[in-house]
C-alpha cells in the first residue's frame, strides 16, 4: 500500500516538475519573442500579461517608460489605459443597480439637473442601458475635444502639440464634468447642437459615443450621491488591491509614470481629462491583470464584486444585427460586433476592450471557451501602416502563447 501512495506522489510530482518546465520554457519563448519585435523600434515601450481566471500565467514590461533617461518599462510602469476604462463604468452601473439607486431602463432625466433629449426624437427617452450600449444617439462632435487638459505647460513641445495633437488644452481652461455635460447635451448649453445627436431614435442604432459613458458616470454619482472616482475606488480599485491605480496624477506614485509618445522620437506631456470615466483609468500591467482575472471569474459566476445575475447581464450581447448595420465580421478582435454594458463583444465571442488616447494603445480581452485572457498596453501612438503591422505582431505573439499556457494550466 506504502508503496503504491510512494509511486502516486512520484508521478504527481513529475507531472507538476514537467508542466513547471514547460510553462518556464513557454515564458522564456514568448520574453525572447516580444524582446525581438520591440527591438525593431516602432514601440518605445509596453506591457503584457496572460491570465486565467486563477491567476496570472505571465507578465512583463518591455523597452522604455522613458527613453532619454532608459528607464525600463515594467509592469509597475503606470499609464492611461484610453477607453478600456469605460469597462468599469459597466461594473459601477451594475453596482449602484444591485443597491437599489438605478435601474438600467429608467430615463437618463430622472437623475440628471439637466435635459438630456435627442431633439429629432423628442418623445423617446434615453435610458440608462441606451449608454451602456452605445445606442442612446449621443455623438463625439469636435467639443468633446475639449476634455483634454495638459497637466502643465512646462517644457511642452509646442511644435508637436500643434501638428498632432492641437486638442490639447490648457491647464486654466479645465471645467467641472457636470458643466462639460451640459455644455454639450442640455439646450442651454453652450457648445449645444442639433447635430450633438443622431437623427436616429434613441435605441435604435450602434454609435459609439465618449460622451455617452460618462453621462452614465455622471449619473452613477447622482444616483448614489458619491463623486465616480470615489465610487469605483471604493467597489472596484480597492476590493481587488489595485492599490497603484487611481483616476487622477495625485492618486498614483507619479515617479512610476510612463512617458507617452506621439512617435518614437516625440514625447507628449501628460495630459488628463474633464470626461476621465470614459478613458482616465491610470494603472500598471500588475494591477490591470487583477481586474482581468476578476472578468473572468465574473463570466464563470464566481466573480467577488457582483452577484452572478449582475455579471451575467454584464456580459450579455445586449443588441441584435438590427442595431448594427454594416459591422464587420472578420476580425476576430472587433469589439463593435455586439455589445455587452460596456463591454465588447467580438464576431468570435471575446470579450474585452479595446483603447486609444494620444500616446496610448491599449488592448484586452479574454476567451470565455477557454477561460484565459491578455493584456497589452502600449505607451507610443500606432500612427502608420509599419506601426500597426508591429503592433498585430505583438497580438499574433500573444495569441500563440495564450494557447499554450492554457494547455499547460490546464495539465
Known amino acids: 500500500m506504502i508503496k503504491i501512495i510512494l509511486i ?16 518556464t520554457e513557454h515564458n522564456n519563448s514568448l520574453t ?27 507578465k512583463k514590461g518591455f523597452g522604455y517608460a522613458d527613453v532619454s533617461k532608459k528607464k525600463e518599462y515594467t509592469p509597475y510602469t503606470i499609464q492611461n489605459i484610453a477607453s478600456v476604462s469605460k469597462t468599469l463604468i459597466g461594473i459601477a452601473l451594475m453596482k449602484a443597480q444591485e443597491q437599489g439607486k438605478l435601474n438600467l431602463d429608467d430615463p437618463v432625466n430622472m437623475y440628471l439637473p439637466f435635459s438630456v433629449i435627442n431633439p429629432h426624437y423628442p418623445q423617446t427617452s434615453i435610458k ?25 505647460n512646462k517644457g511642452v513641445n509646442e511644435g508637436i502639440l500643434m501638428k498632432k495633437y492641437r486638442i490639447f488644452n490648457d491647464p486654466e481652461e479645465t471645467i467641472a464634468l457636470p458643466i462639460f455635460l451640459r455644455n454639450l447635451l442640455s439646450k442651454d448649453g453652450e457648445w449645444y447642437r442639433k447635430k450633438n445627436y443622431l437623427k436616429n431614435e434613441p435605441g435604435s442604432i450602434f454609435k459609439y459615443s465618449n460622451i455617452g459613458a460618462t453621462l452614465a458616470a455622471y449619473i452613477i454619482e ?8 470615489e465610487y469605483t475606488t471604493k467597489h472596484i480599485l480597492k476590493p481587488l488591491g489595485m492599490d497603484a491605480s487611481g483616476w487622477s496624477f495625485d492618486t498614483i506614485d507619479i515617479d512610476n509614470h510612463s512617458v507617452l509618445y506621439s512617435s518614437t522620437k516625440d514625447s507628449l506631456p501628460k495630459y488628463s481629462l474633464i470626461t476621465y470615466p470614459d478613458g482616465g483609468l491610470l494603472t500598471d500591467i500588475n494591477d490591470f491583470s487583477k481586474y482581468l482575472i ?63 488616447d494620444p500616446g496610448t494603445e491599449t488592448y484586452m480581452f479574454f476567451d470565455p471557451k477557454t477561460g484565459t485572457g491578455k493584456i497589452l498596453v502600449i505607451n507610443t501612438a500606432i500612427v502608420s501602416k509599419e506601426d500597426y503591422r508591429h503592433y498585430k505582431a505583438i497580438m499574433s505573439v500573444l495569441d500563440k502563447y495564450e494557447r499554450l499556457l492554457t494547455q499547460e494550466s490546464k495539465i
Open 8 to 23: 502516486i506522489a512520484l508521478f504527481v510530482l513529475n507531472q507538476i516538475y514537467a508542466q513547471n518546465n514547460d510553462n
Open 32 to 58: 525572447c519573442e516580444l524582446k525581438v519585435l520591440q527591438k525593431q523600434g516602432y514601440i518605445n515601450g509596453f506591457s503584457v500579461a496572460i491570465v486565467d481566471r486563477d491567476a496570472v500565467l505571465y
Open 128 to 152: 440608462i442601458r441606451h449608454l451602456a450600449t452605445h445606442t442612446s444617439t449621443i455623438l463625439d462632435t469636435k467639443y468633446y475635444d475639449k476634455s483634454y487638459i495638459l497637466k502643465n
Open 222 to 229: 447622482q444616483a448614489t450621491g458619491v463623486p465616480y472616482d
Open 294 to 356: 476578476e472578468l473572468i471569474k465574473g463570466y464563470y459566476g464566481v466573480g467577488t464584486l457582483l452577484d452572478k445575475n449582475s455579471y451575467s447581464e454584464l456580459f450579455k450581447e445586449q443588441l441584435s444585427s438590427n442595431n448594427l448595420p454594416g459591422r464587420n465580421t472578420k476580425n476576430p478582435y472587433n469589439e463593435e460586433y455586439n455589445s455587452g454594458l460596456f463591454m465588447g463583444i467580438t464576431p468570435v465571442g471575446y470579450i474585452g476592450h479595446t483603447g486609444s
